[in-house]
């Protein structure tokens, strides 16, 4: 890594962190998100200026408060580094000390003071039915709240499953008319990050990305960021040497699910959703702690079509191709040695792993600069 005249002094003093250890998290961050060296130093530098810290407008609509929680938990950064050093969170209905008119009028304060400099946050869908009754902040309908906000905000993310595209309000019959940020947006470009709960990294990034330059990182056709959702879970998953070679868990406890076999016939939804679950996991201490990992069929929470539509148990449709449906028994494969079954699995991961490293390299040779 190259060297930097900035200062960093301040910051140390500030995070309670040394120079070394602040600068490897950034390094970590730019590489999750496919960006170089260039890159981590242009964010430190970035996060250590006080100034260029974005006023937050962070908005409540139909939801659980899930991304919130999942946010409260993170490690890397935690909350308190995410509000006082990354950003100036300056109104969330969850997380405000204080309430009622007060609160409402700092908020448009915030928003006159700061037009096209802050940054907006959706969490929760936005129901349309009956004129928005269904959801109400402060006597104001949550359209009329996001209308508002989103006029003068520099950016716009939907975080969680429910700004992204409705959730599960928006599943059929869907009485309220429950819709996502992005359906109610329309001429707004709002960058989503689906997911019940969404992993906090894929937040964190994003705003990083968008405190070092000023934009919001590169999208796919449904707003969400490229790094983190341009694969398909299947792709990452490290059950796939078994899906390839035929092996399924039938039932949960049986002798494929206790021997860590694929769970598509489980209706994992991983073959048709679009996450980086397998690469980050979940709670900051990896060892498999996300659904897939601890035995559980992925639900496909971040694909709209798909978590809270599709029943869970039914098979998933596979982007990439689909196995026969009639396998031998488990019993009648015993003749599989674990040498063999071993290096199926080797040769998978070697396989996913030289895949990661092309994309990446190829996002590199196509942008010398690094910068996204």
Request: glycine share 12%; hydrophobic share 35%; aromatic share 8%.
């Amino acid at each position: 890594m190259a060297d930097t005249d900035f200062d960093f002094s301040a910051l140390e003093t500030r995070l309670g962190v040394s120079r070394r250890t602040f600068l490897k998290f950034c390094a970590g961050v730019a590489a999750s998100i496919g960006l170089g060296d260039r890159a981590a130093y242009a964010m430190a530098e970035a996060v250590a200026d006080p100034k260029r810290r974005p006023p937050v407008i962070w908005l409540h609509g139909q939801e659980c408060t899930g991304p919130t929680e999942a946010l409260l938990r993170s490690e890397q950064p935690s909350l308190a580094h995410l509000i006082l050093d990354l950003i100036s969170l300056d109104y969330h209905q969850t997380l405000d000390a204080g309430a009622g008119h007060r609160v409402e009028e700092i908020k448009r304060q915030v928003m006159k003071e700061n037009q096209g400099k802050y940054l907006l946050v959706v969490e929760g869908a936005i129901p349309l039915a009956q004129n928005g009754i269904f959801c109400k902040i402060g006597g104001q309908t949550m359209t009329d709240a996001t209308r508002e906000a989103a006029k003068h905000a520099a950016a716009i993310v939907a975080y969680g499953s429910c700004a992204s595209w409705g959730g599960v309000q928006s599943a059929a019959p869907n009485p309220t008319g429950a819709v996502g940020a992005p359906q109610f947006l329309t001429d707004k470009t709002v960058v989503t990050i689906p997911g019940c709960p969404p992993n906090p990294a894929n937040f964190i990034g994003t705003v990083l990305f968008f405190v070092t330059y000023g934009r919001l990182p590169p999208i796919d056709d449904k707003g969400r960021p490229k790094w983190a959702y341009g694969r398909l879970i299947h792709e990452n998953c490290y059950r796939r040497p078994h899906f390839d070679a035929g092996r399924f868990a039938t039932e949960f406890g049986d002798e494929g699910h206790r021997k860590g076999w694929c769970l598509y016939k489980l209706g994992c939804k991983g073959p048709e959703t679009y996450n980086n679950c397998p690469s980050l996991e979940y709670n900051n201490i990896g060892g498999g702690v996300w659904p897939v990992g601890v035995g559980h069929p992925c639900f496909g929470c971040s694909e709209q079509g798909t978590g809270f539509h599709k029943p869970l148990f039914s098979l998933s449709e596979v982007k990439t191709h689909t196995p026969p449906n009639a396998f031998p028994d488990i019993d009648d494969r015993e003749g599989s040695s674990s040498a063999t079954l071993a290096t199926a699995a080797v040769a998978g991961a070697a396989l996913g792993a030289a895949l990661g490293a092309s994309a990446v390299a190829g996002r590199r040779l196509g942008d010398s600069d690094g910068e996204g």
